[in-house]
Nanobody
Framework: QVQLVESGGGLVQPGGSLRLSCAASESIFNFFVMRWYRQAPGKQRDLVAVITAGGDKMYAASLKGRFTISRDDAKNTIFLQMDSLEPEDTAVYYC?????????WGQGTQVTVSS
């Protein structure tokens, strides 16, 4: 059973930055891909960013280069650096991976962008 624990969310003003973390209960070398999703109130859960075991990265086009996904294999953790935050980025952010046929999610971390 893989456990994913997100942290780093909070309240930030427009234009500010936050860095989210997702710590895995086992080596992230085991996971071919890890992802960040977000879900705003009343909306579907959307893919934000992806990072592969080989370090390849992909982002939602709507982010316009404001977010950066990274990984620290020694800490079994992935990160999401979010810059130039906008009110539209307000959502619960979730970490996700797939392993041995099962889908795993963290509990989510709330990001609120407001003045």
């Amino acid at each position: 059973q893989v456990q994913l624990v997100e942290s780093g969310g909070g309240l930030v003003q427009p234009g500010g930055s936050l860095r989210l973390s997702c710590a895995a209960s086992e080596s992230i070398f085991n996971f071919f891909v890890m992802r960040w999703y977000r879900q705003a109130p009343g909306k579907q859960r959307d893919l934000v960013a992806v990072i592969t075991a080989g370090g390849d990265k992909m982002y939602a086009a709507s982010l316009k280069g404001r977010f950066t996904i990274s990984r620290d294999d020694a800490k079994n953790t992935i990160f999401l650096q979010m810059d130039s935050l906008e009110p539209e980025d307000t959502a619960v952010y979730y970490c996700n991976t797939n392993y041995k046929g099962a889908d795993y999610w963290g509990q989510g971390t709330q990001v609120t962008v407001s003045s």
